[in-house]
Protein backbone atom coordinates (compact mmCIF):
# COMPACT_ATOMS: atom_id res chain seq x y z
CA UNK A 1 0.00 0.00 0.00
CA UNK A 2 0.73 3.68 -0.50
CA UNK A 3 1.29 5.60 1.94
CA UNK A 4 1.53 9.27 2.86
CA UNK A 5 4.85 11.03 4.44
CA UNK A 6 4.80 15.02 5.44
CA UNK A 7 1.80 15.31 3.04
CA UNK A 8 3.61 13.97 -0.34
CA UNK A 9 2.01 10.64 -1.26
CA UNK A 10 5.30 8.44 -1.15
CA UNK A 11 5.59 4.83 -3.39
CA UNK A 12 6.58 1.56 -1.53
CA UNK A 13 10.16 1.97 -1.71
CA UNK A 14 9.74 5.42 0.03
CA UNK A 15 10.32 7.37 -2.96
CA UNK A 16 7.88 10.51 -3.46
CA UNK A 17 5.91 9.13 -6.83
CA UNK A 18 6.04 10.52 -10.03
CA UNK A 19 3.09 12.65 -11.16
CA UNK A 20 2.83 13.84 -15.13
CA UNK A 21 0.89 17.18 -14.00
CA UNK A 22 -0.68 17.16 -17.57
CA UNK A 23 -2.61 15.21 -19.74
CA UNK A 24 -5.38 14.92 -22.18
CA UNK A 25 -8.04 12.25 -22.94
CA UNK A 26 -10.52 11.77 -25.74
CA UNK A 27 -12.74 9.81 -27.93
CA UNK A 28 -12.25 11.92 -31.33
CA UNK A 29 -15.03 13.43 -33.54
CA UNK A 30 -14.03 15.96 -36.35
CA UNK A 31 -17.09 17.84 -35.01
CA UNK A 32 -15.65 18.07 -31.46
CA UNK A 33 -12.19 18.14 -32.12
CA UNK A 34 -12.14 20.88 -35.34
CA UNK A 35 -9.13 21.86 -33.49
CA UNK A 36 -7.24 19.39 -34.51
CA UNK A 37 -6.12 20.87 -38.01
CA UNK A 38 -4.42 19.07 -41.03
CA UNK A 39 -0.80 19.52 -39.29
CA UNK A 40 -1.74 17.91 -36.57
CA UNK A 41 -3.74 15.02 -37.83
CA UNK A 42 -1.74 12.74 -36.46
CA UNK A 43 -4.34 13.62 -33.60
CA UNK A 44 -7.21 12.66 -35.06
CA UNK A 45 -7.61 9.19 -33.48
CA UNK A 46 -9.14 8.17 -29.71
CA UNK A 47 -6.09 8.49 -26.73
CA UNK A 48 -7.72 6.68 -24.34
CA UNK A 49 -6.75 4.88 -20.73
CA UNK A 50 -4.83 1.87 -22.13
CA UNK A 51 -2.84 4.38 -24.37
CA UNK A 52 -2.29 6.92 -21.22
CA UNK A 53 -1.00 4.00 -19.48
CA UNK A 54 1.44 2.16 -22.28
CA UNK A 55 2.77 5.78 -22.57
CA UNK A 56 3.22 6.11 -18.28
CA UNK A 57 5.49 3.07 -18.48
CA UNK A 58 8.16 4.37 -21.17
CA UNK A 59 8.48 7.08 -18.64
CA UNK A 60 8.11 5.27 -14.74
CA UNK A 61 5.28 7.76 -14.22
CA UNK A 62 3.04 6.79 -11.34
CA UNK A 63 0.20 8.95 -11.33
CA UNK A 64 -1.44 11.59 -13.54
CA UNK A 65 -3.49 14.74 -13.76
CA UNK A 66 -6.40 14.32 -16.75
CA UNK A 67 -6.92 18.18 -18.03
CA UNK A 68 -10.08 18.75 -19.92
CA UNK A 69 -10.11 19.88 -23.73
CA UNK A 70 -13.34 20.58 -24.01
CA UNK A 71 -15.96 23.11 -22.23
CA UNK A 72 -18.59 20.38 -21.89
CA UNK A 73 -19.90 19.52 -18.07
CA UNK A 74 -20.48 16.00 -20.04
CA UNK A 75 -16.26 15.49 -20.71
CA UNK A 76 -16.07 16.98 -17.03
CA UNK A 77 -18.01 13.88 -15.92
CA UNK A 78 -16.32 11.52 -18.60
CA UNK A 79 -13.31 12.25 -17.09
CA UNK A 80 -14.40 11.62 -13.35
CA UNK A 81 -15.70 8.19 -14.28
CA UNK A 82 -12.59 7.31 -16.18
CA UNK A 83 -10.51 8.20 -12.64
CA UNK A 84 -13.21 6.08 -10.79
CA UNK A 85 -11.92 3.24 -12.36
CA UNK A 86 -8.02 3.91 -13.02
CA UNK A 87 -5.93 4.25 -10.33
CA UNK A 88 -3.33 5.84 -12.41
CA UNK A 89 -5.53 9.19 -13.01
CA UNK A 90 -5.16 10.81 -9.65
CA UNK A 91 -6.82 14.03 -10.12
CA UNK A 92 -9.16 15.55 -13.11
CA UNK A 93 -8.81 19.61 -13.97
CA UNK A 94 -12.27 20.05 -15.37
CA UNK A 95 -14.53 22.49 -16.81
CA UNK A 96 -17.54 24.08 -15.63
CA UNK A 97 -19.69 27.04 -16.92
CA UNK A 98 -17.89 29.35 -14.27
CA UNK A 99 -19.43 32.88 -16.03
CA UNK A 100 -22.91 31.50 -15.72
CA UNK A 101 -25.19 32.40 -13.04
CA UNK A 102 -25.94 29.03 -12.26
CA UNK A 103 -22.26 27.62 -11.81
CA UNK A 104 -22.66 27.30 -7.81
CA UNK A 105 -25.60 25.41 -7.97
CA UNK A 106 -23.26 23.30 -11.03
CA UNK A 107 -20.80 22.67 -8.88
CA UNK A 108 -22.88 21.00 -5.82
CA UNK A 109 -23.61 18.37 -8.93
CA UNK A 110 -20.12 17.50 -8.31
CA UNK A 111 -20.09 17.42 -4.53
CA UNK A 112 -18.08 13.53 -3.35
CA UNK A 113 -16.14 13.35 -6.95
CA UNK A 114 -13.04 13.59 -4.86
CA UNK A 115 -11.03 13.21 -7.53
CA UNK A 116 -12.29 16.75 -9.09
CA UNK A 117 -9.17 18.91 -8.32
CA UNK A 118 -9.51 21.73 -10.29
CA UNK A 119 -11.27 23.60 -13.15
CA UNK A 120 -9.93 25.60 -16.40
CA UNK A 121 -11.55 27.82 -19.12
CA UNK A 122 -10.05 27.80 -22.47
CA UNK A 123 -9.63 31.79 -22.23
CA UNK A 124 -6.86 31.70 -24.91
CA UNK A 125 -10.09 30.21 -27.16
CA UNK A 126 -11.86 33.50 -26.48
CA UNK A 127 -12.84 36.04 -29.05
CA UNK A 128 -12.74 38.11 -26.53
CA UNK A 129 -9.08 38.91 -25.37
CA UNK A 130 -9.63 39.98 -21.81
CA UNK A 131 -12.52 37.44 -21.14
CA UNK A 132 -10.36 36.11 -18.06
CA UNK A 133 -11.18 40.02 -16.80
CA UNK A 134 -14.65 39.79 -17.08
CA UNK A 135 -17.29 40.48 -13.68
CA UNK A 136 -19.12 37.32 -14.73
CA UNK A 137 -16.01 35.10 -14.72
CA UNK A 138 -14.32 36.92 -11.53
CA UNK A 139 -17.31 36.51 -9.63
CA UNK A 140 -16.95 32.38 -10.36
CA UNK A 141 -13.67 32.51 -9.30
CA UNK A 142 -14.68 34.08 -5.84
CA UNK A 143 -17.57 31.06 -5.31
CA UNK A 144 -14.29 28.37 -5.90
CA UNK A 145 -12.29 29.78 -3.08
CA UNK A 146 -12.58 27.58 0.34
CA UNK A 147 -13.59 25.04 -2.21
CA UNK A 148 -10.01 23.33 -2.39
CA UNK A 149 -10.13 23.42 -6.04
CA UNK A 150 -7.14 24.68 -7.91
CA UNK A 151 -8.00 27.03 -11.14
CA UNK A 152 -5.51 26.38 -14.27
CA UNK A 153 -4.63 29.74 -16.01
CA UNK A 154 -4.39 28.81 -19.96
CA UNK A 155 -3.17 31.78 -21.94
CA UNK A 156 -1.30 33.16 -24.58
CA UNK A 157 1.80 34.88 -23.65
CA UNK A 158 0.45 38.59 -24.71
CA UNK A 159 -2.30 37.84 -21.89
CA UNK A 160 -0.08 37.75 -19.01
CA UNK A 161 -0.82 41.38 -18.14
CA UNK A 162 -4.34 40.78 -18.09
CA UNK A 163 -3.46 37.17 -15.44
CA UNK A 164 -0.94 39.39 -13.59
CA UNK A 165 -4.70 41.99 -12.32
CA UNK A 166 -7.08 38.56 -12.28
CA UNK A 167 -4.77 36.90 -9.93
CA UNK A 168 -4.69 40.18 -7.59
CA UNK A 169 -7.89 40.00 -7.68
CA UNK A 170 -7.89 36.78 -5.93
CA UNK A 171 -4.94 36.39 -3.49
CA UNK A 172 -6.66 33.57 -1.36
CA UNK A 173 -7.19 31.11 -4.42
CA UNK A 174 -4.35 28.68 -5.42
CA UNK A 175 -3.71 29.31 -9.07
CA UNK A 176 -1.47 27.20 -11.88
CA UNK A 177 -0.57 28.51 -14.92
CA UNK A 178 -0.17 26.10 -17.93
CA UNK A 179 2.20 25.74 -20.49
CA UNK A 180 4.75 28.76 -19.16
CA UNK A 181 2.04 31.26 -20.55
CA UNK A 182 3.14 29.62 -24.13
CA UNK A 183 5.85 31.88 -24.93
CA UNK A 184 6.92 32.11 -28.22
CA UNK A 185 9.93 29.22 -28.26
CA UNK A 186 9.47 28.88 -31.94
CA UNK A 187 10.63 32.57 -32.57
CA UNK A 188 13.37 32.17 -29.97
CA UNK A 189 11.63 35.32 -28.26
CA UNK A 190 12.31 35.87 -24.65
CA UNK A 191 10.83 39.55 -24.02
CA UNK A 192 8.48 40.26 -23.14
CA UNK A 193 7.27 36.46 -21.88
CA UNK A 194 9.95 36.90 -19.42
CA UNK A 195 9.64 40.14 -17.77
CA UNK A 196 5.80 39.47 -17.48
CA UNK A 197 6.55 36.12 -16.21
CA UNK A 198 8.99 37.50 -13.44
CA UNK A 199 6.11 39.56 -12.10
CA UNK A 200 3.23 37.18 -12.26
CA UNK A 201 5.94 35.06 -9.89
CA UNK A 202 5.88 37.29 -7.26
CA UNK A 203 2.52 35.95 -6.58
CA UNK A 204 3.02 33.11 -4.24
CA UNK A 205 -0.26 31.62 -4.83
CA UNK A 206 0.48 31.01 -8.80
CA UNK A 207 2.44 27.34 -9.66
CA UNK A 208 3.49 26.66 -13.16
CA UNK A 209 3.70 24.01 -15.57
CA UNK A 210 6.88 22.69 -17.14
CA UNK A 211 4.37 21.46 -20.09
CA UNK A 212 3.49 22.49 -23.64
CA UNK A 213 6.99 23.75 -24.44
CA UNK A 214 7.64 21.35 -27.14
CA UNK A 215 4.66 22.40 -29.04
CA UNK A 216 5.79 26.13 -29.02
CA UNK A 217 9.17 25.26 -30.65
CA UNK A 218 9.74 24.15 -33.89
CA UNK A 219 8.25 20.40 -33.72
CA UNK A 220 11.15 19.19 -36.11
CA UNK A 221 14.43 20.97 -35.31
CA UNK A 222 13.88 21.93 -31.19
CA UNK A 223 17.09 20.77 -28.94
CA UNK A 224 17.23 20.95 -25.15
CA UNK A 225 19.21 23.83 -25.87
CA UNK A 226 16.56 25.74 -27.58
CA UNK A 227 14.03 25.12 -24.61
CA UNK A 228 16.60 25.77 -21.88
CA UNK A 229 16.62 29.82 -21.57
CA UNK A 230 12.77 29.10 -21.10
CA UNK A 231 13.26 26.80 -18.52
CA UNK A 232 15.86 28.80 -17.06
CA UNK A 233 13.42 31.51 -16.85
CA UNK A 234 10.97 29.29 -14.97
CA UNK A 235 12.95 28.12 -12.35
CA UNK A 236 14.20 31.63 -11.78
CA UNK A 237 10.50 32.60 -11.39
CA UNK A 238 9.45 30.05 -9.40
CA UNK A 239 11.95 27.83 -7.99
CA UNK A 240 11.44 24.28 -8.10
CA UNK A 241 9.09 23.98 -5.04
CA UNK A 242 5.88 25.76 -7.26
CA UNK A 243 7.29 23.43 -10.15
CA UNK A 244 5.37 20.78 -11.43
CA UNK A 245 6.22 18.67 -14.67
CA UNK A 246 3.33 17.15 -17.54
CA UNK A 247 3.56 15.95 -20.70
CA UNK A 248 0.72 17.91 -22.60
CA UNK A 249 -0.19 14.15 -24.17
CA UNK A 250 -1.22 13.13 -26.53
CA UNK A 251 -0.15 16.63 -28.22
CA UNK A 252 3.58 16.64 -27.47
CA UNK A 253 3.45 13.70 -29.60
CA UNK A 254 3.21 16.12 -32.66
CA UNK A 255 7.20 17.10 -31.47
CA UNK A 256 8.48 14.78 -28.58
CA UNK A 257 7.22 10.97 -27.59
CA UNK A 258 5.89 10.86 -23.89
CA UNK A 259 9.23 9.56 -22.66
CA UNK A 260 11.35 11.65 -24.52
CA UNK A 261 9.92 14.98 -23.17
CA UNK A 262 10.66 13.69 -19.48
CA UNK A 263 14.12 12.78 -20.62
CA UNK A 264 14.44 16.15 -21.68
CA UNK A 265 13.31 17.48 -17.95
CA UNK A 266 15.01 14.99 -15.90
CA UNK A 267 18.08 15.44 -18.12
CA UNK A 268 17.92 19.61 -17.35
CA UNK A 269 17.16 18.79 -13.43
CA UNK A 270 19.97 16.10 -12.79
CA UNK A 271 22.25 19.13 -11.10
CA UNK A 272 19.34 20.22 -8.67
CA UNK A 273 19.11 18.56 -4.88
CA UNK A 274 16.97 15.27 -4.57
CA UNK A 275 14.61 17.95 -2.89
CA UNK A 276 13.88 19.93 -5.56
CA UNK A 277 13.56 17.06 -8.14
CA UNK A 278 11.22 15.13 -5.87
CA UNK A 279 9.08 18.86 -6.25
CA UNK A 280 9.11 19.14 -9.96
CA UNK A 281 8.34 15.18 -10.90
CA UNK A 282 5.48 15.00 -8.08
CA UNK A 283 5.88 16.47 -4.55
CA UNK A 284 4.51 19.81 -6.02
CA UNK A 285 1.67 18.58 -7.87
CA UNK A 286 0.86 16.48 -5.05
CA UNK A 287 0.56 19.27 -2.88
CA UNK A 288 -1.10 21.37 -4.95
CA UNK A 289 -3.95 18.75 -6.10
CA UNK A 290 -4.00 17.02 -2.78
CA UNK A 291 -3.46 14.05 -3.89
Not at 15 to 33: F, G, M, N, P, T
Not at 87 to 116: N, S, T, Y
Not at 131 to 140: A, H, P, Q, V, W
Amino acid sequence: MDGIAGGVRVSEAGRVEKIDAHHQLWRYSVEEYGWIEEPMKALRRDFLVDDLTAAMATAAIDGTIAVQTRQTMDETRWLLDLADTTDAIRGVVGWAPIAGEEFPGVMEKFDGREKLKGLRHLIRDEKDEHYILREDFNSGIRTLQGSGLVYEILIHARQLDDAIYFVDEHPEQLFVLDHLATPRIAKGKLEPWASRMRELGQRENVCCKLSGMVTEADWKSWTPETLKPYLDLAVEVFGPERLMAGSDWPICLLASEYAQWFEVLRSYFAGFSQNEQDAVFGGTAIAVYGL
